[in-house]
């Protein structure tokens, strides 16, 4: 079994693969003071509620935005599963090519969804991704990663209204009944959430007027189901795209052909 782990700014995402298919999967808190020993105990104390048995997690592939965490999750892998994880990163084998300015500055979770996305979606395809920031990434036909563009993320837009404004509260990020707000809360939940829908039907078509093709379009992360209930700009929803992705790799990077 592989053991997947995509260590995000706001949340840890873990998978679990046997062969192909993700038989379990958790979400945690991010938190850059925990030690490997205290992930370990969460982790190991989280696999058999779903079944699954430490002694048969024979690999880990890991993506990391969090520098700090990287090397704690690197001990994890090999003090408490004894097996050497794949980190994505400079030399490894993705299956789509950088032609970003600086490739080392494209972060490791945006090659791995742009790897998922062109190897289940095929190119040219556009990857939307809800996490502590909206990103946006393109992918060429041939499955070459050309850019993207990353915008503040709902819930960081949401925390910074409340904190930067002296009179405006935290509200539930749901869509309200109409976008002309007929109190405050609902005002707040219109400007948030339509706004952001907004931003992103914007930003997608601004994207597809520089590409070429039948441009597919993918979201994933957090609020992507959300969001796609107010929109149509969407032609899939694969919130395990990340995970997907770190198998890929690891399986590219075994010399194997990766499983469908």
């Avoid at 700090?68 to 690197?74: A, N, S, W």
């Avoid at 393109?138 to 930067?164: M, W």
Wanted: proline share 4%; with cysteine; hydrophobic share 40%.
């Amino acid at each position: 079994m592989l053991l997947a782990i995509d260590v995000g700014n706001t949340n840890i995402t873990m998978g679990v693969f046997e062969d192909s298919k993700l038989v379990a999967t958790w979400r945690m808190a991010t938190d850059t003071n925990k030690m490997p020993d205290e992930y370990a105990i969460l982790i190991r104390n989280m696999l058999p509620l779903k079944d699954v048995q430490t002694e048969n997690i024979t690999g880990v592939s890991i993506c990391s935005v969090v520098p700090p965490l990287t090397q704690v999750f690197q001990e994890l892998s090999n003090s408490y599963f004894k097996v050497d994880p794949l980190v994505v990163g400079t030399g490894i084998k993705t299956g789509v090519r950088i032609e970003y300015e600086n490739p080392r500055d494209v972060g490791s979770d945006r090659v791995v969804d742009a790897a998922a996305a062109y190897d289940i979606y095929g190119g040219p395809v556009i990857i939307v991704d809800f996490g502590t920031a909206t990103v946006f990434d393109a992918v060429s036909k041939d499955g070459t990663y050309i850019g993207g563009a990353i915008a503040s993320g709902i819930n960081l837009t949401a925390q910074a209204l409340y904190e930067r404004t002296a009179q405006l509260r935290k509200v539930e990020l749901i869509p309200p009944k109409t976008a002309i707000g007929r109190n405050t809360t609902a005002s707040i939940q219109s400007g948030i959430f339509y706004g952001h829908v907004g931003m992103v039907e914007a930003m997608v078509q601004r994207f597809k007027k520089e590409m070429s093709g039948n441009v597919k379009v993918v979201a994933t992360g957090g609020m992507a189901r959300i969001i796609d209930q107010e929109t149509d700009i969407f032609d899939e929803i694969n919130t395990d795209l990340t995970l997907i992705g770190l198998r890929l790799i690891y399986e590219l990077n075994l010399n194997t052909e990766p499983k469908k």
